[in-house]
């Protein structure tokens, strides 16, 4: 079972994630490049929101070909190149990832300037036969 950790001898989270993630032995890991926000043609929208819809559907791709859903995630890594991007890229994760992994938001110039986002991300659940990752509230 994952465990969030957020202690209270520290701030609340100021969003929806956690401050840590403790990760039980004999867990399987996946570690995700960074995707970005492309089509399977190279296409790049020019609005943050469709870049940052098309991120989580690589995602949910990426983490769907071990047979895993993105209720899997415990750590997102996002790098935003607009710091006005934060809201709808905080609204658009909370839609995609109701369990509140660890998470830090970074604002970073890109490789390709048409992109406006790069997300990575760890997904963790238990071996098969052993149970699933449950998400489990503070410690």
Known sequence: MVQTLNPTKIFTPVSAYSHGVLI?????????????GMDR??????DFESQCRLVWSSIEH????????????????GFLKRREDTPA???????????KPAATIVLAELIDPSWLIEVEVTAARV?????????EGSR
């Open 62 to 77: 990426i983490l769907g070909e071990a047979g895993w859903g993105l209720d899997t995630i415990v750590r997102i890594n």
């Open 24 to 36: 039980p032995a004999g867990a399987e890991i996946i570690v995700t490049s960074g995707a970005v």
């Open 41 to 46: 043609d190279g296409n790049v929208p020019e």
């Open 127 to 135: 071996s098969p036969g052993a149970g699933e990752i449950m998400h």
């Open 89 to 99: 890229f905080r609204a658009i994760r909370d839609e995609m990832v109701p369990q």
